[in-house]
């Protein structure tokens, strides 16, 4: 028996100087359906405009199957019963993605220095290199990471140039502790850094009963302020604990 195969009729952007990447998940979205699909390509800001104009539309690409307009690359997904992502929604993927490399960071770097991953310097290793990657996303866009963390944190409220200087406090002692060097002045920076944010942050979400959101990866964030940004203070204040007490 011969498998009938649907037409999908695309409208998309290919102009010299820019390819609509929606256009492009679009026509894999469709082709991955089984769709044959008729591509048409939008070649001049003219064309596109006119096309917009004629199917009273606001954005391209648009995607019509057996006459009926189905929309754009978000309407496809749904079309299909695909979820769509909600950019205000909250989410923990970034914490979840973060924590997960950085494991396996430390479990490859704890093979490569001592033939295996299962050692107590691959955990050193994870909550340090944690820092370190967690100081990368603030300071990616300082200002928006100050303007985010002026919402709950103690210390940076009462003087502001501490929301600045957090970021670059906390990669400093993370790659200090990686490099198990100058624990004079990594340790105390991240006692202090760390008891100030969990502090805060039991402050905010615990007694005030605030929903925020959390500046740890960065200004942007969609990451809820609550347990996930007390454990990552608390592994800083742990982890310098744990310098003081390790024998030498």
Known sequence: MTKQTSTATLYRMVMPGHICPYGLKARHLLESHGFDVDDHWLETREETDAF???HGVATTPQTFIDGRRIGGYDDLRRHFGLSVRDPDATSYRPVVALFAMTALMAL???FAAFGSPFTVRAAEWFISFSMCALALLK???VESFSTMFLNYDLL???WVP???VYPFAEGLAGVLMTAQALDWLSIPVALFIGTIGAVSVFKAVYIDKRA???ACVGGSSKVPLGFV???ENLAMVGMAIWMLARPM
């Open 52 to 54: 917009k104009a004629e």
């Open 108 to 110: 490859a770097a704890s």
């Open 139 to 141: 300071l990616q866009d």
């Open 156 to 158: 940076a409220r009462r």
């Open 162 to 164: 501490y929301s600045y």
């Open 212 to 214: 925020i959101k959390c």
């Open 229 to 231: 940004s007390l454990t």
